[in-house]
């Protein structure tokens, strides 16, 4: 697997893996441990972000320069957001 980061949804019912060798989003049941979806985002998984409403991760996908959002409600990459070199840690700013 080759896990790198670990995040969990707001409800603590998801637990979100990446991979930096295989590019791969691990989804894992938390009550059962039973893997549910394995999510190809590109060639590397680094820091995870999951967003307040627990609908979407986003995942910094270092060797691609984008970060992955994925819906989590389907389980498939929604789309990518170019940013630059080498994402990795992820934040989240909310504006009041």
Known sequence: MG???LAFTPDGKLALVSSLRTGDLYVFNVASHKELKRINLG???AGILVNADGSKAFVGCTPDNYVAVVDLKTMEVAG???V???PDGLALAVRN
Do not use: E, T, W, Y
Request: hydrophobic share 15%.
């Open 3 to 5: 896990a790198n980061r």
């Open 80 to 82: 990518h957001i170019d």
């Open 43 to 45: 060639h590397g998984g």
């Open 84 to 86: 630059g070199q080498g």
